[in-house]
């Protein structure tokens, strides 16, 4: 009886609770303590069949903010949340969302961390770190600590700490586990001045990571079965010198790994390596160039392009066994708003493909194939800004990879002003084609028309025809915006807009056969 009274009674103490809240907000105004939040309803019909509408239950948000200053140089934050209507996370009741505690002192300073996102750390080419991955996707809590030197050079450090929040979970295929990860994350950099004309200045710093993830499985009954762990152990270092106006970077890291279907041989590379020079003008060229070398034994478990998978899947193309480089030249026509440009993408790799390994969870394995392949892009492009806020963008492109390689053609014309943005693309893709879907001719627009100074209206659609197919398809996304004031929002949504995103660039749909999805959506957003 508790779900079906939640839903109930919810819209109606969350409007309570922002009433309420505003009160409160509004006679703490004065003093070192704020309240705050955000809230959000949507209402939605989706026609699934040729019977008609569907109304589903409606989704509300809200979410609570607090923090205060009890006194100098102390900070406190936490921020609580209640949902409905998610399939993945039903969550009627108040939580702890996330929340940390600031005390700063003499040159330095100190987080208290519950749930909190504070894990960044300089990697200027390899980012041998992610936020999400480091505080364990917002679901740990942990410390964090900040040193600022003075004078010359200017030296800074910090270390943070994760530890998981205690978790168990289930597989599909019938097994229970207790997870425990933790995460260890420090680094000393310097930045100075240096007295040659031609060097002005220069960084360096060294970082190290340790990240374990422990899993203790059991059966349905609760009888223990094994306990399996995975640790990575990571030091890089890295440089960036500011030499005649242009900048010289470069990165080195190594690494260890244990415990896992992926483990590297010991006679792999378990180093990567990236340099980049940026800003290089000899005019009327600009030129930017990158080599890179990521040996296929490198592991960072805390990295996207080199850890162990993301929880959303999106990051299964890792960078194991990559050599390659990029290279990019711009020319600015002198007294001409336009600009010529070439890009070259070049890389050799082994990778093949990635599995979960079923025995422990958020583990792969991979596999690779037998010799290298050449994965290449080729793009000149030309910019024209005209009058009145026009402008073209035409690019002539190439790619290549293991499977064959196929030029296209983008032509893209747009205009912004006070009131009305517009733009519209036609792009070939993999001209000449007969494999998969072949050719693909692809029209994009979108537009976003300022109807009043409260009411907005925007638009996008993007058709496909794979004419050696004898295929079409086609999906748009409309948007009408209404500003209320005093940070109120409402939207009428038609159609989904995730596989429109990039217009004719979006792979979602030019690689895929989409269709208009019948749904329509009003939300409600109000910030407090």
Not at 9 to 32: E, W
Not at 104 to 111: H, I, K, L, Q
Not at 135 to 151: E, K, Q, V
Request: hydrophobic fraction near 35%; include cysteine; glycine fraction near 8%.
């Amino acid at each position: 009886m508790k779900k079906p009274l939640a839903r109930l009674f919810f819209p109606v103490f969350v409007m309570s609770s922002v009433i309420a809240l505003g009160f409160v907000a509004d006679a703490a105004l004065a003093s070192t303590v704020g309240i705050g939040g955000y809230y959000e309803t949507e209402f939605s019909w989706r026609r699934e069949s040729d019977f008609g509408w569907n109304l589903a239950a409606p989704k509300h948000y809200l979410q609570t903010k607090f923090w205060a200053s009890p006194r100098q140089g102390v900070d406190v934050y936490s921020q609580f949340s209640a949902r409905t209507n998610e399939s993945w996370n039903e969550k009627y009741f108040f939580e702890l969302e996330r929340g940390w505690g600031k005390w700063r002192f003499g040159s330095g300073e100190a987080f208290f961390l519950l749930k909190e996102e504070r894990h960044w750390t300089d990697s200027p080419l390899l980012r041998i770190s992610e936020q999400s991955k480091a505080s364990y996707f917002n679901d740990g809590s942990g410390a964090r600590l900040n040193f600022f030197g003075a004078g010359a050079p200017f030296l800074k450090a910090s270390a943070v700490f994760t530890k998981s929040l205690p978790k168990a979970r289930q597989e599909w295929y019938g097994s229970y586990f207790d997870e425990d990860a933790r995460n260890f994350v420090a680094r000393l950099g310097a930045d100075f001045k240096t007295p040659l004309e031609a060097l002005d200045r220069v960084s360096v710093g060294g970082s190290y990571i340790n990240s374990a993830l422990i899993q203790q499985k059991y059966d349905s009954s609760g009888n223990f079965l094994a306990e399996r762990a995975m640790k990575n152990d990571v030091i890089s270092l890295d440089a960036k010198l500011s030499v005649l106006g242009a900048t010289l970077t470069g990165e080195w890291s190594g690494s260890q790994k244990k415990g896992s279907a992926n483990d590297p041989l010991a006679s792999e590379n378990q180093t990567a390596f990236a340099a980049e020079l940026r800003d290089v003008k000899l005019r009327p060229l600009r030129l930017q160039a990158r080599f890179y070398d990521y040996g296929p034994g490198y592991r960072s478990e805390l990295s996207r392009a080199f850890g162990r998978l993301s929880r959303d899947g999106n990051d299964t193309d890792k960078e194991f066994g990559r050599r390659g480089y990029y290279f990019e030249s711009g020319c600015l026509w002198p007294k001409k708003m336009i600009t010529f440009t070439y890009k070259r993408n070049y890389r050799l790799s082994d990778f093949d493909y990635l599995t979960n390994n079923q025995n422990i969870r958020e583990d792969y394995i991979i596999y690779r194939t037998t010799e290298n392949y050449a994965v290449s892009y080729d793009a000149i492009e030309s910019r024209i800004d005209f009058a009145n806020g026009i402008k073209n963008l035409s690019s002539v492109e190439l790619s290549g990879d293991r499977y064959g390689s196929w030029p296209g053609f983008l032509f893209e014309i747009s205009g912004d002003t006070r009131d009305v943005y517009s733009r519209v693309q036609f792009r070939i893709k993999d001209a000449g084609s007969e494999t998969g879907l072949g050719e693909r001719h692809i029209i994009g627009a979108e537009v976003r028309y300022n109807l009043s100074d409260h009411l907005q209206l925007y638009a996008r659609t993007v058709s496909v025809n794979a004419a050696k197919r004898g295929r079409n398809w086609a999906s748009a996304f409309y948007q009408l915006r209404y500003f209320v004031g005093w940070d109120i929002e409402g939207y009428v949504e038609y159609g989904d807009g995730w596989h429109t995103d990039s217009l004719s660039r979006d792979s979602d749909i030019s690689d895929y056969e989409r269709a208009l999805v019948n749904v329509v959506r009003i939300l409600f957003k109000i910030n407090f």
